[in-house]
């Protein structure tokens, strides 16, 4: 049973590791075609950085604050 485990192991990592990529791919995806920001300076940022920006970003779109959201996308923007 444990060289089975040893065995798949590195193939559920790999599994788990491409399925988190994806997601934060998916995120600087969303945010590059909806706020038209700088796929470049976007790598720049980790996967917790950008999910913040994400979640900021939905908290001043539910606030109706355009001028806040319009602050915060701008330094992104290319």
Not at 1 to 27: D, E, K, N, T, V
Not at 31 to 49: F, H, I, N
Not at 66 to 75: I, K, N, W, Y
């Amino acid at each position: 049973m444990s060289i089975l485990l040893l065995l798949f192991a590195p193939g559920i990592f790999a599994i788990y590791w491409l399925i988190r990529l994806q997601i934060c791919l998916s995120r600087v995806r969303y945010l590059v075609d909806t706020y038209g920001m700088d796929r470049k300076k976007l790598q720049k940022l980790k996967c917790k950085d950008i999910k913040a920006l994400r979640e900021s970003i939905d908290a001043l779109r539910h606030a109706n604050d355009a001028f806040g959201l319009e602050a915060l996308v701008r330094p992104y923007r290319s």
